[in-house]
């Protein structure tokens, strides 16, 4: 039989495909022109034809589709339905173009949680998550059945996980294409969160074989948004602190209370922080905190871990209160990031709180707080590297110019969630907070902005070869005329591993590709990895056809394995596929397999 090419080196055992076609011509060409140079012209002939037979084959069954830009549809959900048991959950939008029946969807509810007051009742510090985050952060995959007008209906239940959307919610609905094999061929990333519309900032996508990567991907700056003094009304009057110590060291007030810079945004539900906590140098759960007084800086947006406290007001002021600067953002690792669902606080994700900012005057320059990080999810077979990163950094407040008046805080750092198999070469991951803004002035100090806190890299498995997660830090703003960096040190990001993402009412089920022997030869086992969902219990059956069988039967041989194993040579190209039934689920059919076969050369 004809020689073959080496095999991929993968970080799991993936089946032995050839490296190229390129690679195999070469093995043919020593074939016949070196090992046997006696072969007559018609047997060379022969060869080569079979040589073009394989390519062709080569380029149908491992076609990549090419990707970038933007791949994902949003829309706001206006109600989730899922109260009655005895009925189909369903979700109401705000429009439907874009999604069809059958498609994949992830629903994501991003914001709606209790902020810690400042009361003496109150069992949470100001500004930290109160632990009454209803929906907040939770997220699931299913598939459309149905759409009727601007409600979808959904293939299986998100009851009780997901529950019913109530004041101050918000939800959205992603539709997440689904690709055999996939080439990010330009940069990819997803269109930034709008807290308006109510959508965007998560970038996800399925892919039953292999992610190639020649590209980026990056989501960084599409999360929450960053307090806009750019666009706060009023203006500040000028007072330092010491002119009313309990007025100054106020954690809440309202847009037209103006004794404090805007917070940036967070997981807070939104009638709170739009209406009766938007200022305050409390945080805004993970939304840094507004800088209070004159040119105080704006606190680190934060994720896994908590964003920075901003500087204190004006040097220029005398004694007054203590801390003015508007505080880091919450870290939500203290409540969340846990595998399954342990005290209902599991398996939630988060988009990186924007930085709070200062007040502002005329005749000085005070900055935007930065957005923080979005989110990416890929649930895949595997990913090919290739030395490209996936990017969910929190936003920077920009280096130059330096603000004369308050500087804007970091935004947070984002998720990059990957529910993957395997790896080929190396992958970078980001998801560092972002710089906080700089001061300047020679007759002056005011107020840096704090840096965003570290975000998180959520995989599956317990090791990933070839995996490289960035854990550096932001860098918070300082006064660079002095050079005076007086801020706590900021705070890493982190990988967490053994995730599973939650797949609801269907089943992943990667199959490899194709496999090419000899009829002489008994092939190697069909090697496909355990499929994702359902109850993580899974029978399977084998089904082949080919061109005198014309039908999908039973494949012979041992047929309740993940793994198949031939019975001996095949004699015709044979084609395959796995069924794979989990609880109550209805069976899943992978895609084709194809088995090239090629005849013994004598």
Request: charged content about 15%.
């Amino acid at each position: 039989c004809w020689i073959r090419a080496p095999p991929f080196t993968w970080s799991y055992p993936f089946p032995r495909k050839k490296e190229s076609i390129r690679s195999v011509f070469f093995a043919i060409f020593r074939f016949v022109c070196h090992k046997n140079p006696d072969l007559n012209l018609k047997r060379s002939t022969y060869l080569i034809a079979l040589l073009l037979g394989l390519a062709i084959q080569q380029g149908y069954s491992q076609s990549f589709v090419q990707i970038g830009g933007v791949i994902n549809n949003y829309t706001s959900i206006t109600s989730i339905l899922s109260a009655d048991d005895n009925n189909v959950d369903s979700v109401e939008v705000v429009s439907t173009l874009g999604f069809s029946e059958g498609d994949t969807v992830m629903i994501y509810c991003v914001k709606g949680a209790a902020v810690g007051l400042d009361t003496t009742d109150s069992a949470y510090d100001p500004g930290v998550d109160a632990q009454q985050p209803r929906n907040t952060g939770k997220y699931t995959f299913l598939l459309i059945e149905g759409i009727v007008g601007n409600t979808v209906i959904l293939n299986a239940t998100v009851n009780d996980e997901i529950k019913p959307m109530g004041p101050g919610e918000m939800a959205q609905l992603i539709r997440v294409p689904s690709y055999r094999n996939a080439e990010v061929t330009s940069l990819l990333t997803a269109s930034d969160w709008n807290p308006v519309t109510g959508e965007g900032g998560v970038l996800t996508l399925f892919v039953g074989g292999i992610l190639r990567l020649n590209a980026d991907m990056d989501v960084s700056g599409a999360g929450f948004w960053g307090a806009r003094v750019s666009a706060d009304p009023f203006e500040y009057g000028g007072d330092c602190s010491s002119a009313d110590l309990v007025l100054y060291d106020t954690t809440f007030c309202e847009l037209s209370q103006v004794w404090s810079g805007l917070k940036g945004e967070g997981t807070t539900d939104t009638p709170f922080h739009g209406l009766t906590g938007i200022r305050g140098k409390a945080s805004s759960i993970n939304g840094g905190g507004g800088g209070n007084a004159l040119f105080a800086g704006g606190g680190g947006g934060s994720n896994y871990s908590a964003g920075i406290t901003g500087g204190n007001e004006s040097a220029a002021c005398g004694p007054g209160v203590a801390q003015t600067g508007g505080a880091g953002g919450d870290f939500l690792s203290r409540d969340y990031y846990r595998n399954g669902n342990l005290l209902n606080n599991g398996n939630r994700i988060f988009f990186g709180g924007g930085g709070g900012t200062g007040v502002w005057m005329t005749g000085f320059n005070s900055t935007d707080g930065a957005d923080g990080g979005g989110i990416v999810v890929i649930v895949a077979d595997s990913i090919e590297g290739n030395g490209y990163e996936i990017r969910a950094d929190g936003g920077d407040v920009p280096f130059f110019p330096a603000a004369t008046g308050a500087a804007g805080g970091g935004g947070g750092g984002g998720c990059i969630i990957l529910d993957v198999n395997g790896y080929k070469g190396s992958l970078n991951l980001s998801a560092i907070g972002g710089n906080g803004g700089n001061t300047q002035g020679f007759t002056d100090t005011t107020g840096m902005g704090g840096a965003g806190g570290g975000g998180i890299y959520w995989l599956s498995g317990t090791a990933q070869p070839g995996v490289t997660a960035d854990i550096s830090r932001g860098t918070n703003g300082i006064h660079v005329t002095s050079g005076w960096d007086p801020l706590e040190a900021p705070r890493f990001s982190f990988q967490l591993n053994n995730l599973q993402a939650p797949l609801r009412g269907f089943l992943f089920n990667p199959v490899p590709t194709e496999y090419t022997v000899c009829s002489d030869q008994d092939p190697e086992p069909i090697i496909a990895p355990v499929p994702k969902g359902g109850d993580n219990t899974y029978t399977y059956q084998w089904v082949d056809s080919s061109s005198t069988q014309n039908a999908w039967l039973p494949a012979p041989g041992i047929n309740g394995d993940s793994v198949y194993h031939f019975p001996g040579p095949l004699s015709d190209t044979t084609y395959f596929r796995r069924i794979v039934k989990s609880g109550i689920l209805a069976n899943d059919t992978s895609f084709r397999i194809a088995v090239y076969v090629h005849p013994e050369i004598f």
